[in-house]
């Protein structure tokens, strides 16, 4: 707490001495980690394999569906040694619960299998955009957390790319993919706004179809990568380098740059 002393000259010549608390004008400083410690980058650029984080709000519905339809996929593919994927939330607001009842459901009747003993985790910014190639949130809300953690790194170091590696699941769904409303990539949270609940759990049912269909699109990106001739000819390639290539090659999305990023 910081106390002012101040001292107040009457006209009889007496000295009135009062501390005021001026604890409340002052801001408590708050300090960012940096996400390019060299010894964290150093780590990342020995691996080959790509790393792949689905990011939605709590981490109990949407990421964890991907991150089970990813890894399904992934398997059918032969790429389960190539491609590591996990999912976090934003928020803090499940962490280390289970996903929700009719997630539970909907992937047992629809024959997916969740990860092993899953408990939800919050996103760790300084660590998480440095350690996983790109990052797919779910939707603009989602972006907007991150991002709001991220822009400043990127701020700091212009040449870090580090808001170009955020992207949007639905950006690699077929459909969604093709049109050009600002939200039509958006995976909306199934669990938000169905009263009812034969209505909540088909909600979950229909997203786990989206989610499938854009797993499916980036799982084709992946494989695309995979067999290009740097990576395919051992020329010092791999799918961690050409993946980190491709998102940085990518159209930036206006609404996702924050405006301090904006090209003018």
Excluded at 48 to 70: D, G, K, P, Q, Y
Excluded at 129 to 150: G, H, Q, Y
Aim: hydrophobic share 40%; aromatic share 6%; charged share 25%.
């Amino acid at each position: 707490m910081l106390l002012l002393v101040c001292s107040a000259q009457g006209v009889t010549g007496s000295t009135d001495t009062e501390q005021i608390d001026a604890s409340s004008l002052f801001v408590e400083t708050a300090f960012r980690a940096t996400p390019w410690d060299q010894e964290k980058l150093e780590e990342q650029s020995s691996r080959r394999h790509a790393r792949v984080l689905f990011v939605s709000e709590s981490n109990v519905c949407r990421s964890v569906l991907a991150e089970a339809v990813m890894n399904e996929l992934l398997q059918q593919r032969g790429l389960q040694d190539a491609v590591q994927c996990e999912s976090k939330g934003t928020r803090d607001y499940n962490v280390g619960e289970g996903p929700e009842a009719f997630v539970l459901e909907v992937a047992r009747e629809e024959g997916l299998a969740l990860p092993h003993d899953f408990h939800a985790r919050q996103l760790v910014p300084e660590t998480d955009i440095v350690a996983f190639d790109i990052v797919l949130v779910m939707d603009k809300f989602t972006a907007a957390d991150v991002l709001r953690e991220v822009s400043v790194f990127d701020s700091i170091n212009s040449q870090g790319g580090y808001s170009r590696r955020v992207r949007r699941l639905g950006e690699f769904h077929p459909t969604m993919a093709a049109a050009t409303a600002t939200d039509a990539q958006d995976l909306d949270d199934p669990l938000y706004g169905n009263s009812q609940d034969d209505a909540e759990k088909e909600a979950v049912r229909e997203t786990l179809w989206n989610i499938r269909e854009a797993c499916r699109g980036l799982v084709d990106f992946l494989q695309q990568l995979r067999d290009s001739d740097a990576t395919d000819k051992g020329e010092g390639g791999s799918l961690r380098s050409a993946l980190s290539a491709a998102v940085q090659d990518m159209e930036s999305v206006d609404w996702l740059v924050p405006p301090m990023l904006q090209k003018r």
